[in-house]
């Protein structure tokens, strides 16, 4: 048994909006990305959905926390170990976005189940938010709640809206 913890990945993938493209990936879990840290978020496809994802809720939201492989016998596994987001069932009435919320629930899934990569914002509830996170050295990763941008790309906006 082995185990190779990776920062930075890169893996063709079949494109789950166009099955007859591959797409290139990068996914990155990095402490020190360019002197800051990046853990990015991920699009999981739903294992309990039998037919092609039409919208929002036939994804989940994770953060990769650490990419590696797994050695075993002449097989060679590439794993995630992830922190899953809940989709509130409310939208920023400012920008109409989704609100998630970060869980406790981690899990270690295959590189397949990712779909791509999403970008969250971090979500202020008050006024004094983002002053407060100033204030207390947060980053962006350590949010107890995110908006979900769907307005970052085409498939996004498309998909995530």
């Not at 990155?28 to 360019?34: A, E, G, I, Q």
């Not at 990769?64 to 987001?85: K, M, P, W």
């Not at 980053?139 to 107890?144: A, I, K, L, Q, W």
Request: contains cysteine; glycine residues 4%.
């Amino acid at each position: 048994m082995q185990i190779i913890i990776f920062r930075t990945l890169q893996l063709p993938a079949p494109d789950i909006f166009d099955n007859s493209a591959i797409v290139m990936h990068f996914w990155h879990c990095h402490p020190s990305f360019h002197g800051r840290p990046r853990y990015d978020w991920v699009v999981l496809s739903n294992a309990q959905i039998g037919t092609r994802p039409a919208n929002i809720s036939d994804f989940s939201i994770a953060q990769i926390c650490l990419l590696f492989q797994y050695f075993h016998g002449d097989d060679i596994h590439h794993l995630a170990y992830i922190q899953h987001f809940k989709m509130l069932n409310v939208c920023n009435a400012e920008t109409g976005m989704h609100v998630l919320e970060r869980t406790e629930l981690y899990e270690v899934v295959p590189i397949t189940n990712i779909v791509r990569n999403v970008h969250l914002i971090p979500y202020f509830e008050t006024v004094s938010s983002a002053c407060d996170a100033l204030k207390a050295k947060r980053d962006e990763y350590s949010f107890p709640k995110y908006l979900l941008n769907h307005f970052g790309d085409t498939d996004s906006s498309v998909y995530f809206h």
